[in-house]
């Protein structure tokens, strides 16, 4: 017999080179094992001659014209609505797209532990949690002689990269300190900043957006991760960084408390670069505590596997399907 067919709509293809699309794209490997399985940007009316059984959609304003469409075609077909940053913590509270998108799915994804806090209660038992995954990389052995920091993130306000930047720019009198920041820069405005970091304090390299194996590799020789984000869904870059060994200084919100624990002894409030400058100075000045951050994460790991990812996948959509 034909395996079923499933729909996976992302706005964000390959070229957008951003974790929504990795998410898709790794979803779309982890279900074609036992579905078939249709990867695209949106879902009209002209594919209602096909036979999709289940949709699961990325981002709840930014798909919900695919998720409206889907389900007044077909409104006893189950759609899975997989919940972004910008949808639990801004879209949610005041776009009305994103408020009919969570009242026609019939599962809604988390990507934190803390995820469904963010919804109304109402809505939490329609919500399960998928931790994303990737595979795991040995670190290198870390250089001596100076400490790497390393923020990985397009240059856009939800990131907060100028926090960052401030930090760096705090201990410019710090020869010890290198910081790299990979990121496309998503506005002029961004591109300038990252500009005039560079020109204030010459150990702060912007590397623009690089492709996701340059990245991960740069990772591998990386001292420590800095993740600055104001929201976040489900930070993969986080998870990348504690499938490799590489501990994460990041901001106290709940995505980010929601993957590496509320007992994680490397955040600092999002937006306070002086905080963030403490905590890298701490981190390479002080060896216990920078093993504790390397410990902590490494203890966390195992919980990122691809094959706990998919498993709680499938086991949502095989429930649905019946």
Not at 209 to 233: I, K, N
Request: aromatic letters at 6%; hydrophobic letters at 45%.
């Amino acid at each position: 017999m034909k395996p079923a067919a499933l729909v996976l709509v992302t706005p964000a293809l390959a070229d957008a080179n951003n974790g929504n699309w990795q998410t898709a794209q790794r979803w779309a490997r982890m279900l074609r094992r036992a579905y078939r399985v249709h990867l695209q940007a949106r879902w009209s009316a002209e594919d209602a001659g096909r036979d999709d059984a289940l949709m699961i959609a990325l981002h709840a304003r930014r798909s919900a014209e695919s998720i409206a469409t889907f389900k007044a075609a077909y409104p006893h077909r189950p759609v899975v609505l997989a919940l972004t940053g910008t949808d639990l913590y801004r879209d949610i509270a005041s776009d009305a797209a994103a408020q009919r998108s969570l009242a026609l799915a019939d599962r809604l994804i988390v990507l934190n532990s803390l995820g469904a806090q963010a919804l109304p209660e109402a809505l939490r038992p329609k919500v399960s949690v998928v931790l994303q995954s990737c595979s795991a990389r040995a670190p290198r052995p870390r250089p001596q002689q100076h400490t790497r920091v390393l923020m990985v993130g397009h240059l856009r306000a939800e990131k907060d990269p100028a926090t960052y930047q401030r930090a760096a720019v705090q201990l410019a009198h710090r020869s010890d300190l290198l910081f790299d920041h990979i990121g496309a820069a998503l506005e002029p405005a961004w591109a300038k900043a990252a500009e005039l970091c560079m020109a204030r304090q010459p150990r702060y390299r912007w590397l623009g957006g690089l492709p996701h194996g340059a990245t991960r590799e740069r990772m591998t020789r990386a001292s420590v991760l800095v993740h600055a984000s104001r929201l976040e869904g489900g930070a993969h870059v986080v998870i990348e960084a504690l499938r490799s060994g590489l501990p994460v200084l990041a901001s106290r919100i709940d995505g980010n408390v929601g993957l590496l624990g509320s007992d994680y002894d490397g955040y600092f409030p999002a937006g306070d670069a002086t905080a963030l400058a403490g905590l890298v100075g701490r981190f390479a000045d002080d060896t216990d505590f920078a093993q504790r951050l390397t410990t902590q994460c490494t203890a966390r790991a195992d919980r990122f596997s691809p094959e706990a990812e998919a498993a709680a996948l499938g086991t949502i959509v095989s429930e649905l399907l019946g």
